[in-house]
């Protein structure tokens, strides 16, 4: 499922650099299109929410830790993830996940991390 818009409630969640450089990729999209913000990183801005995937795997797991806590203390908004950690970061499905086990109801993985997540 390509992203292209969102609905009112709808949060883009998108793999970003620490440093918040939206140079391509989802974490362009974003910056472009759902309020991410250029220098920051993390966490939620406008409708999207972004997830540093570029300063290794334990911090992409502890990075999708965070946003599950905050999207459960969230359930008015619906989360929209994208593959992250599966483009310029280099990882897989398999390996990135397990990192969202547990989502609530309000989070859609992509389809991919969901077929995983069912095994």
Known sequence: MRITRLEPGE???FGS???????????ALAHERFGAVWGQGH????QSYAIDSMS????????VTGFV??????PE?????TE?????????PIEVAPFFAGVGANVVL??????????
């Open 11 to 13: 949060v883009f969640v």
């Open 17 to 27: 650099n620490a440093t918040g450089l939206h140079a391509a990729g989802a974490a």
């Open 43 to 46: 966490g939620l801005h406008g």
């Open 56 to 63: 290794g795997l334990a911090v992409l797991q502890h990075e």
């Open 69 to 74: 806590r905050f999207a459960a203390e969230h």
């Open 77 to 81: 908004l619906r989360f929209l993830v």
């Open 84 to 92: 992250i950690g599966c483009g310029i970061a280099g990882y897989t």
């Open 110 to 119: 992509p389809e991919r991390f969901a077929a995983e997540l069912d095994r």
